[in-house]
């Protein structure tokens, strides 16, 4: 069973940046998308930035884009995603997700709180 670990959550002031880790434990990595979705209080889970298997393409939601950068790094089996020029709005849990057509796993989740 594949497991996801974020890390790189915290309290941030608007207009500041974090960047979040997520490590699997997959045999293969590399054959694998990956994706951040995110989820602030009483909301649905939202789409926030997915890469594919070799990390030429990438797709963002349009309330990052240009703020936030997806990457991956397939020898450590690490995604990031560098969150720059926060707002409040992107208060949210932030969780990683894997899979090579649908998402199949998901982390646990890492809190990032943007303070206005």
């Known amino acids: 069973q594949v497991q996801l670990v974020e890390s790189g959550g915290g309290l941030v002031q608007a207009g500041g940046s974090l960047r979040l880790s997520c490590t699997a434990s997959?045999?293969?990595?590399?054959?694998?998308?990956m994706g951040w979705f995110r989820q602030a209080p009483g909301k649905e889970r939202e789409f926030v930035a997915a890469?594919?298997?070799?990390?030429?393409?990438?797709e963002y939601a349009d309330y990052v884009k240009g703020r936030f950068t997806i990457s991956r790094d397939n020898a450590e089996k690490t995604v990031y995603l560098q969150m720059n020029s926060l707002k409040a709005e992107d208060t949210a849990v932030y969780y990683c997700a894997i899979g090579v057509g649908s998402w199949g796993s998901w982390g646990q989740g890492t809190q990032v709180t943007v303070s206005s």
């Open positions: 997959v045999r293969t990595f590399s054959i694998y998308r």
């Open positions: 890469i594919s298997w070799r990390g030429d393409i990438t």
